[in-house]
Each structure stands twice: as C-alpha cells, then as structure tokens.
C-alpha cells in the first residue's frame, strides 16, 4: 500500500536540481503545431475523444469551480484558457520529451509544458548508458561524435587497488557503445526533438495543479503560471502525463504518494578540469566509506568520474538512503577527490562548478503509475535503478511505453476500452523492471551491511569474479534468451526477488 509523503534526504535547496538558463522568452510556444491540423479532442481519425471531464472549454475558469482549492489560484482571480490537447505532458526532461516526441509522431496533438527556459543545468552525472543509445536512435537522433557525442566503450570498475575495465556488450537490442553529454544540450535536444515531431512545447509554463473531474476526480488538465508575469493560465485534456521529476508536484496534489518501502537514494556531482577529460570508460569507485566512521564501513553507493571530453570530468558520488548515516555529502565528495590518484590531476582549484545534488527516486516508487486519466513517467514514477542510479535510459525507455499505451488508448472507441487500455502501463513497468529493480536494491544493500561484509569488503569486492558480478548487475543489458550462465542466474534471480 502507498504510505504518506515523507521528507527524503533532500539536498539544500535544490530540489531536483534545476536551475533556470538561457534566455527568458517564457511562456513561448515553439514550432511542430503546424504539421497537425487535426482537431484536438478527436484521435488521428477524427474520433472524438470522449473526457469524462469539461475538456476544450474555451472559456475562462474561475478559482474554485473545477481547479483544486488552494494550488494555484487565488479566491476570485481568472484563469484564461489556454486551450486544450490529445495529451498534456509535464516536464520537458528525457521522460516527457519522450513521451511526447512518440506521440506526437502518430498524430496526437500533444502540449508538453516545461517550467524552464531550455537549455537549462540538470544536476546530473551526464553518463549515458547503451539503453539510452537506443532511445535516442529510435527518435532518430544522431548519435555520432561529429554530432556532439563522446562515445564511450564500457565501464571501470575500481575496487581496493584493482581496476577492471568492461566493455558494454554488443546485443541484439543494444549497441556496444555508450555516450557522455551535458544534461543542458541533452535535454534541449529531446525537447527540440519532440517539437520537431509536432508537439507543442510551452516554456516558462510552471504547472501548478490538476484541472479536475469533480464527480469523478478524474484529471482534465492543468494549470499553469505562464511566462515572467506568472499569468494563471488552464489547459484541458483527457490524458495527462506527469513528467515533472522528482519532486513531481502533480502526482502529489493527485495524491500519488511515494512508497516508504522502496529505496531512495542521493546522488552529489562536481565538475574539475583534468588530462583525463576524453577517457573512453565511464569510471566507478565501489569503495565509498564515510570518513567520520571510525568502523570505516562501506557505504552503499558508489563514486564516479566520467571524462567530459571538453577538458573537464563529470565527479560524484550516489548512495542509497538505507545507509542511515550521518553524513556531510558534500563534504564526503571533496575528500573523495582529495585521495584521487595524481594522475587525475584534481587540485581544489581545478574544480569548475559548485557541489550539487539531488533525490534519486527508485524502485518505482510512486503509485499508481496509471489512475484516474494521469500517468506518471521517470522520476516522477520513481524508475530510476536502485543499483545503479542510472535514470535517464528508464525515463525515456518509461516515457516510450506510456506513449505506446495512450497511442492505444486514444484509438479506442469506448471509455471502458480506454481504461483497459491505460492499465496496460504499470504492468509494462512492472515485467519490465520490477525483478531487475529489487535485485540491484539487494545488491546495493548487501555493501551497506557492515556485518556482511564490512571491513572486508575492499578485498572482497576487488575480485574479479565479484567485479564481473557487479558489473552485470549494475549494466542491466543481456539477451533475453542469452546461455551465459551468469546471466542466467541474474534473470532468475530477477524474477524471484522480493519486493515486486
Ligand atoms: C547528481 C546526480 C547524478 C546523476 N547521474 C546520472 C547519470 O550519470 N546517468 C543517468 O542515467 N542518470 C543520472 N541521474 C538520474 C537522472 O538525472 C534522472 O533520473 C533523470 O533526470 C530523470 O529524468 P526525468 O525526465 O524523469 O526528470 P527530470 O530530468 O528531472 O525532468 C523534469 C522536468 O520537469 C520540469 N518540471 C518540474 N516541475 C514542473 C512544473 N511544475 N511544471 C512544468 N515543468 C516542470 C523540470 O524543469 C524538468 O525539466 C543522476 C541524478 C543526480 C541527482
């Protein structure tokens, strides 16, 4: 059962770790609305769609009549109607842009609303993983070096004094290459993606809450504060997508409360200029102790440093919450990079940017992700893996299969047809992810175990049979139907462990 919001480690005063960049034209409507002339609130084939809320409504909506009492809108003040769509989507991060970059290639006409002006900074270590080199080439984006990327071949482990490189393998569904890249260009990019294929993306719109069914409690829509002057502004839709992060103030005010019995993490990333810059392997450090323990246990987590290829490398460090330690994670990643090994050539004065961090939701830990018209993307839906901390490629891969379902939705001609439809999507999440989810949070745990393994971990892990281990457990990329035999145990082990 979903338990009540709780306060999670949040790091000072960045909660999700945006920050506003570039040039404030807020509140704009970029290009794609042209290549679609069907009417909203009919499907490709001019169905109509049938909300049970008041969608398309053309005129203002007062305070109090179907906006939720005290989210946005002060007693008497009007909120214009800012029009309406097939789907709404929240967030122009991997998860939304994606979302809405598929829908809008099958015709729906789709409204992805992004409180920023792109590009924007997202706290972030920029590593991309195979998973998310497959997302991108099914948007039909351009992966190559010439286009930005830098490519990278695989994974270092280092644990104790060993250091083991892997290489990402090449699949059948997966390409043998990952890719580093800022998260301003990267997200820019998507949501210049998704506009491209039709969407209509709104910048500088802060959603602020749910348009509501008020017999039913079914989400219409949204509003929003538009643009500098903060103009309250309702936009109408039978389906809502809630891609808005971690914070995700829409599955909230939708009472979509986290599980407090999934994981969470924290993740903290700095920048620093290093001849390092271009390495060709995304670098992991297991061995990641609090300096204030004097047991020196392991934490659950580990540190990273991955080459930017522009001079600088990308370095932090993600734990999981049930480390239940007093830790300064700050203060822990700078005496990480104090004890780096020369040739890195950290300096305190090579640092570029400030310390910054940010909440991992995990485990997929807030439901439902679909009820009542609004379904929950990303972070927003918790997909970010517990063993790893990797989110981006479960954003955009969580993005694709809500796109997927609503496509399906839409097309159907019956409101109960729809509704089936709809909860196709958290069972999508669930195969997909559940077994792989529980089983990285065992993993990760089973290093913050201080009698498990304690202060023998070091030389436990610095084998090579258990770096090969962690190194399949943190990757997630096998063939389904693969006759290694590790991997034959991880998909078993997968689908037995707890916690689904
Ligand atoms: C320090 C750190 C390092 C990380 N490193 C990696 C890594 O190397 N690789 C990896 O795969 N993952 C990494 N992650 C995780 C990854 O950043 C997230 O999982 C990923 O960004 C999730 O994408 P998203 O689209 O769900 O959410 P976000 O990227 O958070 O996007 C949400 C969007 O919604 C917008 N928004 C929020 N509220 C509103 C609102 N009210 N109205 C309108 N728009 C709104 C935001 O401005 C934002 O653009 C890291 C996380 C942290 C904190």
């Excluded at 502004?233 to 103030?249: H, K, L």
């Amino acid at each position: 059962m979903p338990g009540p919001e709780q306060t999670v480690p949040e790091p000072t005063g960045e909660a999700g770790g945006q920050q506003t960049g570039g040039q404030q034209t807020g509140g704009q409507e970029t290009d794609g609305r042209q290549a679609h002339e069907r009417r909203p609130g009919t499907t490709r084939d001019g169905v109509p769609v049938r909300p049970e809320g008041p969608v398309g409504g053309e005129g203002p909506v007062r305070a109090g009549a179907t906006v939720r009492a005290g989210e946005s809108v002060k007693a008497g003040e009007t909120v214009q109607a800012g029009g309406s769509a097939d789907v709404i989507v929240v967030g122009a991060g991997p998860a939304g842009s994606t979302a809405a970059a598929h829908l809008a290639r099958t015709g729906l006409d789709v409204l992805l609303l992004e409180k920023s002006v792109l590009p924007r900074e997202k706290v972030c270590g920029d590593g991309l993983t195979p998973r998310v080199v497959k997302q991108l080439t099914d948007l039909g984006i351009d992966v190559s070096e010439e286009a930005g990327w830098l490519h990278n071949r695989g994974l270092r482990l280092v644990s104790g004094r060993r250091s083991l490189e892997f290489d990402w393998p090449e699949l059948s569904a997966f390409p043998g290459f990952g890719l580093v890249r800022r998260r301003a260009d990267f997200d820019e990019l998507l949501a210049r993606k998704a506009a491209s294929a039709g969407a209509r993306v709104v910048e500088r719109a802060n959603v602020t809450g749910p348009l509501l069914d008020e017999r039913t409690g079914r989400i219409t829509g949204v509003t929003a504060r538009l643009g500098e002057e903060r103009r309250p502004v309702a936009y109408r839709a039978p389906i809502v997508v809630a891609a808005d992060g971690n914070s995700t103030r829409l599955s909230v005010a939708m009472k979509r409360y986290r599980r407090t019995d999934r994981a969470m993490g924290v993740a903290y990333r700095t920048y620093f200029t290093t001849p390092r810059h271009d390495d060709r392997y995304l670098e992991a450090w297991l061995d990641l102790r609090s300096p204030t323990d004097p047991a020196r246990r392991l934490l659950p987590g580990y540190a990273w440093v991955f080459g930017m290829g522009d001079g600088t490398a990308n370095v932090g460090l993600g734990i999981l919450d049930t480390a239940k330690a007093e830790v300064d994670w700050r203060e822990l990643l700078r005496r990480w990079c104090d004890g780096l090994p020369p040739e890195y050539g950290y300096t305190p004065d090579g640092v570029t940017e400030p310390i910054r961090g940010a909440a991992l939701p995990m485990g997929l830990n807030r439901q439902p992700h679909y009820a009542d018209g609004l379904l929950l993307v990303g972070d927003a839906g918790g997909t970010v893996s517990p063993g790893t901390g990797e989110g981006i490629a479960y954003a955009m891969e969580s993005g694709r299969y809500a796109a997927e379902t609503i496509v399906q939705a839409l097309a159907r001609r019956t409101d109960r047809g729809r509704e089936l439809a709809l909860r196709a999507y958290p069972q999508a999440l669930r195969s997909a992810y559940a077994g792989y989810f529980a089983l990285g949070r065992l993993a990760a745990e089973l290093l913050g175990r201080p009698k498990l393994l304690g202060t023998a971990g070091a030389a436990g892990l610095g084998h090579p049979a258990l770096l090969k281990v962690a190194f399949r457990l943190m990757v997630n990329l096998t063939e389904p139907n693969s006759k290694d035999a590790l991997d034959r145990l991880l998909h078993l082990l997968g689908r037995v462990a707890p916690g689904k």
